[in-house]
């Protein structure tokens, strides 16, 4: 019997990399329908859509690139490449639209923020995981003058303007985007705002002026997003499945352990809808529509094509979608990478089979086969 027992440990770790392929694989699905349906309406796109699409392009290239790759199998591969192909092609088209719409002013204010690609995972390569989280007490009433001009404003002084170099941090800007009272959309804005200095180069400036007032950018960054880890639930309960994934999307980005949990992918493969896109009505409870302004815009604008789907949701879902996919193939056990999905099922069901065959065989009901082999 405890041979038995053994052979079935020996293929558990075929069993349980099949099960990690088949989830590559509906990842890379997943994705590959939602660009799909982008590039179907790349003349639509909005500046914000554009910036989802730069930190997919970034992420898949480093993917395509990654030291770990000649160990993955050929099939792993193939997806990557030809998601990066995709993703490549879907941001010429949309960078091209906008800087030929001459009345797109917005795009005019943040042609920085989307005129080349985010390496995000290159930042936050390390790890991290949550010690134990304080409780944050009940969320209160929203400062009012946290508003989207404000923040805008904040975000373009980190890229650069014509009246400003890039990485200026102001008093004002600094002291808004480090408000630690703040909630929900509020606390996203803060926390794009420290990812966004630190990506393009603004490392030094904001250290320098977190220095001054006696903190650090990781102390800041771990005390908004143990808070929003802490929210979750609630956000998830109340129906406002955007804000939902916007907080995951800034956890993932700077790869906290806690935001790549199975239940989070399963939740963003049932929101999709049948086209690839994210449809408004059937994610936003009506009681809910219309009604954000009370804690400050959405991280990212929004516009609903087709009569239903969100930009802006699909837009967070493409960025979750691409971290999630980078998170799994990098916890795959390296030994075993270089099995494809189909390797690993194949030797899976040989195995079931051979074990099946013992049992027969030990309990006489293969008499024939035995004398044979005797």
Wanted: charged share 20%; proline share 3%; net charge negative.
């Amino acid at each position: 019997m405890w041979r038995y027992v053994a052979l079935l440990l020996l293929l558990t770790p075929s069993l349980y990399n099949a099960n990690k392929f088949s989830e590559i694989r509906e990842t890379c699905l997943a994705l590959d329908d939602l660009v799909s349906w982008a590039k179907a309406h790349h003349y639509l796109l909005i500046v914000d859509f554009l910036f989802g699409i730069r930190v997919a392009q970034g992420e898949l290239e480093m993917l395509s690139q990654s030291p770990q790759s000649y160990t993955w199998s050929l099939d792993i591969l193939t997806q990557i490449h030809l998601l990066k192909n995709k993703v490549d092609r879907l941001a010429s088209l949309a960078f091209y639209d906008m800087q030929n719409d001459t009345d797109n002013d917005y795009f005019k204010k943040f042609q920085r923020l989307v005129d080349t690609k985010y390496y995000i995972s290159s930042h936050y390569s390390t790890e991290r995981r949550f010690g134990s989280i304080p409780r944050f007490p009940d969320p209160i009433e929203q400062d009012p003058t946290f508003s989207e001009q404000q923040s805008d404003g904040c975000m373009r002084e980190i890229l650069g303007t014509e009246e400003t170099p890039a990485c200026t941090i102001s008093r004002k800007c600094y002291k808004q985007m480090t408000n630690r009272e703040s909630e929900d959309y509020q606390l996203t804005h803060q926390l794009l705002y420290l990812i966004l200095a630190q990506v393009r180069g603004c490392s030094k400036e904001l250290a320098r002026v977190t220095l001054i007032q006696d903190t650090s950018v990781i102390e800041l960054e771990t005390t908004f997003t143990a808070k929003i880890f802490q929210r979750l639930p609630s956000i998830l309960d109340s129906g406002r499945y955007d804000l939902f994934t916007e907080m995951v999307m800034i956890g993932q980005m700077l790869n906290y352990r806690e935001f790549y949990r199975s239940k989070i992918l399963e939740l963003l493969m049932l929101w999709q809808d049948s086209t690839g896109c994210y449809n408004d009505d059937t994610l936003t409870p009506p009681d809910l529509k219309n009604q954000t302004n009370y804690i400050g815009r959405k991280l990212f604008a929004d516009e609903i094509i087709d009569d239903s789907c969100s930009e802006h949701m699909t837009a967070l879902a493409l960025i979750v979608l691409t971290l999630t996919l980078r998170h799994q193939l990098h916890s795959l056990p390296q030994e075993l990478v270089t099995w494809s999905f189909a390797n690993l099922t194949l030797i899976s069901l040989c195995g079931l089979v051979l074990v099946g065959l013992v049992v027969c065989f030990k309990k006489r009901r293969f008499r024939i086969l035995r004398h044979f082999l005797a």
